[in-house]
């Protein structure tokens, strides 16, 4: 199906790929430079890197299948979820991560609260970011396996078809190791932006071949029931639209627990922010981020509505790879039937239908557009996505693991010399132990359902901390931690009291009792966050009350009530926090109401 | 920011442009109907082209902007250093 353009293509961009990190070597001199670029890089760089260390595996691939199964109502996830949290990341805490000289978020934590609430944070982050980085490459290996795009060189090699898994795990692993080493943070967010292009590249051809295939968005809207084309239509309850959620834990669930959580506080993105060359670039860099991100919805939710709008195609070519003699059950549009590795049937639920495998909308629609030459295009984005996630987790943990455990818990006061070379170790197990998650995946399929279960936990409450903490200074290190921990409780007592309709009680959730069951299980998941957000917000308010409070001297840049306003008046209007935020909301404003 | 990321970026653009519309020209012509009858490999391929002439074309200015600026203060250093 490849020809040689094809891999040309692909080789041409490992080529740069490796060629920035190299070139990026001689720059890389102190811990500084390797892990915060130097706080070296202009805003716009910044901008493009923060929503490319997003978008990995997980977003395109998993959004793309939302848009397939859900509909137009997955744009809520950047219209209502993203959008207001960048936008509140730029205006009001980044004044407090840049301003404090902080290095990582855990670091910022310990100058406002204490040394537990930054171990508790730093050793949790520390060990999410390796295991979503072992699971976005095995959902890359996984897919480039099932696509049989890369089978023909591996059996030109003599090996077994199955080794395309091994050889994809350990290819994007070496390519990510080496330009991280070699850059740092430098290197991950000069390639970020390679990558942002890339996938922009790759995947604006698609939708306008998908969209002049279907007849434009009103040739969509002809082609689907209305539920898959509104996304507010319907919200009122949580049983009239697809994602079985009503508006109010919408709203409250993913618009501000979820996604402030992700990208108020998570030292994966805000890191980005940190290696901006000023304070108000390291403001505007959410702020910029902002507006490619509100476009990302037609790149990538769109493939997925086309995929299910198109007439169904018949999979006999993909039974027959699977080599299951079995009649291929139809699917919807591109969206084949979910097939069971193991026996090569199809997945059937408790009634008996069949499941879609909703991964599939992208890759099918690349598939099925894209004759050979920008076919490679196409796929190199696709792989250029799956890095970039990957380096987002490594550089954020190494970071992570260098300044706050090394450092603070096991060997402080060496050479700067000596915490780089640190850095680059640190890279390097950071990588093998992503390899071991993604094999435990692999293995496993359970164990990784609930350790994502529990970093939801340990996540959800967060924002609640970080809110108190910067913005009402009595919160105290005790009320913190303290309060994390109820949040994590709470989270874990509300996962084990509902379950989702249709589930059965385990990983899903009920295993102390069902007290409720919710229509979805992203019902369930938001307000998991809702009680998690809740439960840290009233026990930090409570323990910082009985508790003494912090000397005002020390949480001066710190505290929202203790810190000058930076000054932006003699800035352009274009590069004003607050003008640029205004704009930024007006318009998703405006596309909610088209999309409406 | 000593190099500037728009370099390797046009740079990147304009071989990837090069290499579809190239193909697009002299490849396989039946290779299209998937893409609905348009070619889209040169279509895209000059697409990419003209972004990558543009991101080159900033990135050399950014560039000798910056080298220039250096030589300026590297300049001025040396003649207060002479003075003395």
Known sequence: ?596 | MRLDIRLPLGLLFLVFGLLLSGFGLTGDQTIYQRSLQVNINLWWGLVMIGFGLVMFVLGRRGHRRVSSDDHGTEARGKSASEQE
């Open chain 1, 1 to 596: 199906m490849l020809t040689a353009i094809d891999w040309i293509i692909m080789m041409v961009y490992f080529v740069f790929v490796l060629g920035i990190g190299a070139a990026l070597k001689r720059y890389t001199r102190t811990s500084n430079d390797f892990f915060l670029a130097g706080r070296s890089i202009p805003a716009w760089v910044c901008g493009l890197a923060f929503i490319s260390a997003n978008l990995g595996a997980q977003e395109v691939i998993g959004m793309g299948a939302s848009g397939a199964k859900y509909g137009i109502a997955t744009s809520h996830f950047y219209w209502i979820g993203a959008i207001p949290a960048m936008v509140f990341v730029g205006v009001f805490m980044m004044p407090f991560y840049y301003g404090s000289r902080a290095r990582s978020v855990p670091e910022y934590l310990r100058l406002r609260f204490d040394e537990k609430t930054r171990a508790l944070n730093a050793i949790s982050f520390a060990t999410m970011t390796v295991f979503s980085s072992g699971i976005s490459m095995y959902a890359m290996a996984k897919l480039i396996q099932t696509l049989h795009v890369f089978d023909a060189p591996v059996q030109r090699l003599g090996l077994p078809v199955s080794w395309v898994f091994h050889a994809g795990i350990v290819l994007a692993a070496i390519v990510v190791l080496a330009y991280i080493f070699l850059g740092g943070l430098s290197s991950a967010i000069y390639n970020e932006v390679l990558q942002f292009f890339l996938i922009v590249a790759g995947f604006l051809p698609l939708v306008w071949l998908g969209l002049k295939n279907v007849g434009g968005w009103s040739g969509l809207k002809a082609h689907l029931d209305s539920g898959y084309t509104h996304s507010w239509i319907g919200m009122g309850s949580a049983h009239t639209n697809r994602l079985g959620v009503e508006w109010f834990g919408l709203a409250m669930g993913l618009g501000f627990v979820l996604s402030f959580g992700y990208w108020c506080t998570d030292f994966l993105v805000v890191q980005r922010a940190m290696a901006a060359d000023s304070m108000s670039a390291a403001r505007r860099t959410p702020l910029i981020a902002a507006f490619p991100k509100m476009l990302f919805p037609f790149l990538v939710i769109l493939p997925g509505l086309i995929a299910i709008a198109l007439p169904t195609e018949r999979f006999s070519s993909l039974a027959a790879n699977q080599g299951s003699a079995v009649v291929a059950p139809e699917g919807v549009g591109l969206i084949p039937p979910k097939v069971d590795p193991g026996t090569g049937d199809p997945v059937r639920d408790s009634q008996g239908r069949v499941q879609l495998d909703y991964d599939l909308a992208i890759p099918n629609m690349l598939l099925h557009y894209f004759p050979t030459g920008i076919l490679g295009l196409g796929l190199t984005a696709l792989l250029a996505s799956f890095m970039s996630g990957m380096a987002g987790n490594v550089t954020a943990f190494n970071t992570v693991w260098t300044y706050d455990i090394y450092q603070s818990y096991i060997h402080p006061k060496a050479s700067d010399q000596h915490y780089l070379q640190m850095g680059r170790m640190a890279t390097i197990f950071g990588i093998a132990l992503s390899i071991a998650a993604a094999y435990m995946a692999n293995r496993f399929n359970n164990i990784m359902d609930m350790l994502q279960l529990v970093f939801a936990f340990v996540n959800a409450p967060l924002f609640a901390t970080f809110l108190l903490g910067m913005f009402w200074k009595r919160t105290s290190g005790h009320g913190a931690f303290s309060g994390l921990l109820a949040g994590t409780l709470t989270a874990a007592l509300h996962h084990s009291l509902t379950l989702p309709a249709g589930a059965a009680a385990g990983v899903k959730g009920g295993w102390l009792a069902t007290l409720h069951v919710y229509p979805s299980e992203m019902a369930q998941n938001f307000w998991t966050a809702i009680f998690a957000w809740s439960g840290c917000f009233l026990v930090t308010i409570l323990v910082s009350l009985a508790t003494r409070p912090q000397e005002e001297s020390k949480l001066v840049g710190l505290v929202y009530s203790l810190t000058e306003r930076p000054q932006t008046r003699g800035l352009p209007w274009y590069q004003q926090p607050v003008i640029l935020a205004l704009i930024a909301l007006a318009v998703v404003v405006v596309l909610n109401i088209i999309f409406m």
